[in-house]
């Protein structure tokens, strides 16, 4: 299946993401997780990608669209691919198409969480993730056994530095102008969307999502 996954900041996409990974077999792409590694690097292009992530803002279409193609076409997971974060704008969802037509594996579906502005800050001031394997945890609803530590490896477990108040809030809005759109642009395009509602516990969305997606995969 090729599925993308959006959803406002903080609505659970990473946290789903692993969990459709395992029930679907697909290579999980996440943009932000790409361009946090390649910050980490040090790199020229890491130094350009600080600028708008600090900020909270959306890094330039041309740059998204260069960085993500590559790692498209890179992905040998016998083609499942699981796109999070990623396309974000209208222009980006374009590029993305005219890729995916012209390599002849359309998109399956879009998956969108949803969840309401007051939940979303709540998430991210509190979210943790393993530096190793980049487990999701909260320190409230989500915590891991031993406080900054992660369950399945004991790797310390980080805060990112845009989950501030202040920069989820240009975060959020960055999502209701630029990236909301993105949805009707694929009902426009008869896309498969599927919504669900994040607000539940992690399971019941996990089961919600999954059902959809079977019903559509044994189409
Ligand atoms: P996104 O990738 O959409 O930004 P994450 O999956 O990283 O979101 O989740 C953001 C925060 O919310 C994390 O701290 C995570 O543990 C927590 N979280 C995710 N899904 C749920 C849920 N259904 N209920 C409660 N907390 C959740
Ligand atoms: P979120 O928790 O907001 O879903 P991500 O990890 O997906 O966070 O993205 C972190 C930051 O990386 C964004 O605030 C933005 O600056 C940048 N970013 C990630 N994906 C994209 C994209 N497709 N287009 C533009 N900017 C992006």
Request: one cysteine or more; a negative charge; hydrophobic letters at 40%.
């Amino acid at each position: 299946m090729r599925i993308v996954l959006m959803g406002p900041p903080g609505a659970g996409k990473g946290t789903q993401a692993k969990r459709l990974m395992d029930q679907f077999q697909m290579a999980h792409l996440s943009s932000g997780d790409i361009f946090r590694a390649e910050k980490a690097s040090g790199s020229e292009l890491g130094k350009k990608l600080a600028e708008y992530m600090n900020a909270g803002a959306l890094v330039p279409d041309e740059i998204v669209v260069s960085v993500m193609a590559k790692a498209i076409t890179e992905n040998r997971s016998g083609g499942g691919l699981l796109l999070d974060g990623f396309p974000r704008t209208v222009p980006q969802a374009q590029a993305l198409d005219e890729q995916l037509a012209a390599a002849g594996k359309p998109l399956d579906a879009v998956a969108v969480i949803t969840a309401n502005d007051e939940i979303i800050v709540t998430r991210i001031t509190g979210r943790w993730t393993c530096g190793q394997c980049g487990r999701i945890y909260h320190v409230t609803s989500l915590p891991s056994k031993t406080a900054g530590v992660c369950d399945d490896d004991g790797a310390a477990l980080t805060q990112r530095s845009d989950d501030k108040e202040e920069v989820v809030r240009s975060r959020l809005a960055a999502y209701y102008k630029q990236t909301e759109p993105v949805i009707a642009y694929y009902r426009q395009r008869q896309a498969n969307v599927i919504e669900v509602d994040g607000m539940q516990v992690p399971d019941a969305v996990a089961a919600q999502m999954g059902q959809a997606l079977e019903e559509l995969s044994g189409k």
